[in-house]
């Protein structure tokens, strides 16, 4: 095996283009949601917001609600995406855990604009089912992984699904009681305890 590494490919011009006009969409969508509410802004006008055509928007978003949570699934991503990067040695839990501490320090304190969303997110059903969907996404990727650290003690994937979805429940708890309570504690100082007195039962 050579000794030297290569650098990663970076995107091109297109590509970059393509993501920034995803961003702008994502962008547009939750200043108006901001200003009118979910429930009222309409797939047209988040495209006139960006301006862009209704036709490039359905090219990047099926729905005004996939606008709404790119930001959201592009930190979901980021977290599988650092699971996947621990050592095959560790546990699921422990390596979850792990990827877990890694990306909310990378974070950093959580951004107002955030935790605006998340708790209009709470006040709109509509918006929390699609949240849901969110989730689902991650946690298909995360059982894939859980999957490969279970081997073929699993045959079934029961245990890695198991393990995925508690993981993702625990977050998603904590979120739900630091943004009601508001506790003398920071959310990624609640969320890691919330993972170690959880994680007890699959280490």
């Known amino acids: 095996m050579s000794a030297t590494t290569s650098e990663p490919e970076q995107p091109g011009l297109r590509e970059r283009k393509k993501a920034?006009?995803?961003?702008?969409?994502h962008e547009a969508s939750l200043r108006?949601?901001?200003?009118?509410?979910?429930?009222?802004?309409?797939?047209?006008?988040?495209?006139?917001?960006?301006?862009?055509?209704?036709?490039?928007?359905?090219?990047?978003f099926a729905n005004k609600e996939e606008a709404l949570f790119y930001g959201d699934l592009q930190r979901m991503r980021l977290l599988a995406g650092l699971a996947r990067e621990r050592p095959a040695t560790e546990s699921p839990w422990v390596a979850l855990s792990a990827a877990a501490e890694e990306?909310?320090?990378q974070q950093g304190d959580l951004d107002p604009e955030w935790i605006a969303r998340s708790r209009m997110v709470r006040r709109h059903p509509s918006l929390a089912a699609a949240q849901v969907q969110t989730f689902a996404a991650l946690e298909r990727e995360?059982?894939?992984?859980?999957?490969?650290r279970l081997g073929?003690?699993?045959?079934?994937?029961?245990?890695?699904?198991l393990i995925a979805t508690?993981?993702?429940?625990?977050?998603?708890?904590?979120?739900?009681?630091?943004?009601?309570?508001?506790?003398d504690i920071s959310f990624h100082d609640l969320a890691r305890e919330s993972l170690d007195e959880t994680g007890r039962g699959f280490v």
């Open 103 to 105: 990306f909310y320090g």
């Open 20 to 25: 920034a006009t995803r961003q702008a969409l």
């Open 166 to 183: 508690t993981f993702l429940a625990v977050l998603r708890v904590s979120l739900n009681v630091w943004l009601e309570r508001r506790p």
């Open 142 to 148: 995360l059982a894939a992984e859980v999957a490969v």
């Open 32 to 60: 108006l949601a901001f200003e009118h509410g979910p429930e009222k802004i309409t797939v047209e006008a988040i495209a006139d917001e960006a301006g862009v055509s209704r036709r490039t928007f359905s090219n990047y």
């Open 152 to 161: 073929p003690g699993d045959p079934l994937g029961v245990r890695a699904q």
